[in-house]
């Protein structure tokens, strides 16, 4: 077996975020179509539409044995949800946690373990550094292949 491609398992992932309906997905950046950093888009209140970005690691290599090569990788990955207001920034969040919670991934054929999500990372922030504020709220998850 050879070593695992987080990039692989990142391209999935952004896969299934980027096809949940009614949430405008970024991958590590707010751009646009053709890469250019770009503003999200509002609802007809003004206020933000909710959105997730989403951030992948590059994991870390299982070595348990000296003359051992590594070929399992503990990966982890965040998807920040946000919103114009509480409402929106939950949505966000169940839909992200409700598409990857206990999801499988494939990795050469073979189904890896179930995507869990990390700790709790605290309530929703709420973002006045950008115009308009926003709340926003990091998920973080964890997979073992």
Request: charged letters at 20%.
């Amino acid at each position: 077996m050879t070593l695992v491609a987080t990039r692989l398992l990142a391209d999935q992932v952004w896969s299934i975020l980027d096809a949940i309906a009614g949430l405008n997905s970024y991958d590590g950046e707010i751009v646009d179509d053709n890469d250019n950093p770009t503003t999200p888009p509002l609802d007809t209140d003004g206020r933000v539409h909710p959105y997730a970005v989403f951030y992948p690691s590059p994991g870390r290599r299982d070595l348990r044995r000296l003359a051992h090569v590594p070929t399992n990788v503990a990966w982890s990955f965040q998807v920040t949800c946000v919103g114009g207001d509480n409402t929106r920034c939950l949505w966000a969040s169940d839909q992200v946690s409700g598409a990857l919670t206990g999801l499988r991934l494939t990795v050469d054929g073979q189904a890896t373990g179930k995507l869990a999500e990390g700790a709790d990372t605290g309530p929703m922030r709420r973002d006045d550094d950008v115009t308009p504020a926003r709340l926003f709220v990091p998920l973080l998850f964890a997979l073992y292949v």
